[in-house]
């Protein structure tokens, strides 16, 4: 098999070993037979899966007990109206505006007629390339929760230190970061992501959430009813179980490798690497505010459109897949998640002094 280094931002890379696992159990899990895939959702052998994901999960993220731990589908864009709907009914909404899918949270709440939005802070001015300030005085302590992005996948920027919402909920999207960064799961009210970028395959969403939070909406949906789903131990309708699997065999790979902190200690170095080489370049350069980086997902730029395209051609030939920047960002992305090894990054750095060489002065 080729040697490739895959950046994309979601689906992402999974860790090697945990795909040569699952090939190990795909035919016959647990010598019944059968395949995870084929397994009824209400078996005990099923059962023991999902039971194992919640408690690994509890255990690398230090979830509280009055926290539920939801395995969900719809992907984190359902979150974004699940969590009004479950929260903001008659209420007020905040939101912190840092990116595309800050946006897109803002706008499907605003869809709702018995939630008031509000945005309270915006890096929209900067084409999202910072992180607004957040005020305290901004926020009226009635409010249902403040919504943020923890990290902006497309534009590369991270929350990284909390706001100060007194006692309203701090409600995080954290889908491009969970597990990558350490947050303290007690500072929020709510957290969702969808499985695609640091978990798992996608199909799975999953939501952890305040349990004095939920069961106060007016009437929902069964499907998009927190309370339901929580009392339904998330198999009010057949959960995504193949999704669930591999989410617990990363899970399991996470805690053989040290746990969250050490992800994220490997994941600075790998973004150290990359950072350094941007900075140190008179080519290549990031157009995002230094102190609010992202670990994650690093854009970067050479100011010409022609340059750009040829480096991702380049790239591309040379196995680097999935290194194109969002459409609306342009040039390169590199997505540096858990599972992506350093040996890509130091791979993508040599490739970048070469064309910087190479290329000298057409700019
Ligand atoms: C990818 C992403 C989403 C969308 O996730 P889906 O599971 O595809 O709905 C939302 N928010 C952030 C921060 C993301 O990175």
């Given amino acids: 098999m080729k040697t490739i280094y895959n950046f994309s931002a979601g689906p992402a ?29 209400r078996s005990s052998l099923f059962d023991k899966i999902i039971q194992d994901a919640e408690a690994l999960l509890r255990e690398l993220m230090n979830i509280p007990d009055n926290y539920k731990v939801l395995f969900l589908q719809g992907g984190a ?7 009004p709907l479950n929260l903001a009914q008659h209420k007020k909404a905040l939101y912190v505006n840092t990116g595309s899918w800050s946006k897109k949270a803002i706008s499907e709440a605003q ?22 300030e957040i005020h305290k005085e901004d926020i009226p302590q009635d409010a249902a929760y403040v919504h943020i992005t923890t990290n902006n996948t497309i ?35 709510l957290i969702y992501a969808g499985a695609q970028k640091n978990i798992g395959p996608a199909g799975l969403t ?15 949906s069964a499907m998009l009813d927190y309370e339901i789903q929580a009392k339904n131990g998330s198999m009010y309708n057949t959960p995504p179980t193949f999704s669930i699997y ?21 994941n600075k170095a790998k973004a150290a690497l990359l950072y350094d080489e941007i900075d140190t370049s008179q080519l290549f350069s990031s157009p995002v505010n230094k102190k609010d980086r992202s670990i994650n997902n690093i854009p970067f730029v050479t100011g010409d459109d022609a340059l750009d ?50 290329n000298k002065g057409a700019k």
Avoid: C
């Avoid at 869809?111 to 607004?132: G, H, R, W």
């Fill in 246 to 266: 591999m989410a617990k065999l990363v899970f399991e790979w996470i805690k053989e490798q040290g746990g969250v902190s050490q992800m994220e200690k490997q």
């Fill in 13 to 41: 890379v999974l860790p090697k070993s945990v795909l040569e696992k699952a090939q190990s159990e795909l035919v016959n899990y647990e010598n019944s037979g059968m395949s995870v895939m084929e397994l009824s959702h």
């Fill in 111 to 132: 869809k709702l007629d018995n939630v008031t939005v509000e945005v309270i802070a915006s890096s929209e001015d900067q084409n999202f390339t910072y992180i607004p």
């Fill in 309 to 358: 395209k040829k480096f991702n051609q380049e790239a591309l030939a040379a196995g680097f897949e999935n290194l194109k920047g969002h459409r609306s960002v342009g040039g390169m992305r590199a997505s540096l998640y858990n599972a992506f090894p350093e040996a890509g990054v130091e791979a993508l750095v040599a490739l970048m002094k070469t064309f910087e060489a190479e």
């Fill in 206 to 220: 999953v939501v952890i959430v305040r349990e004095d939070l939920i069961g106060q909406s007016d009437i929902l």
């Fill in 155 to 189: 534009e590369g920027t991270t929350i990284y230190d909390l706001p100060d919402t007194g006692d309203v909920p701090l409600v995080a999207d954290m889908s491009s970061n969970i597990l990558s960064v350490n947050y303290n799961v007690a500072d929020f009210g």
């Fill in 77 to 83: 864009s359902l979150q974004f109206t699940m969590v």
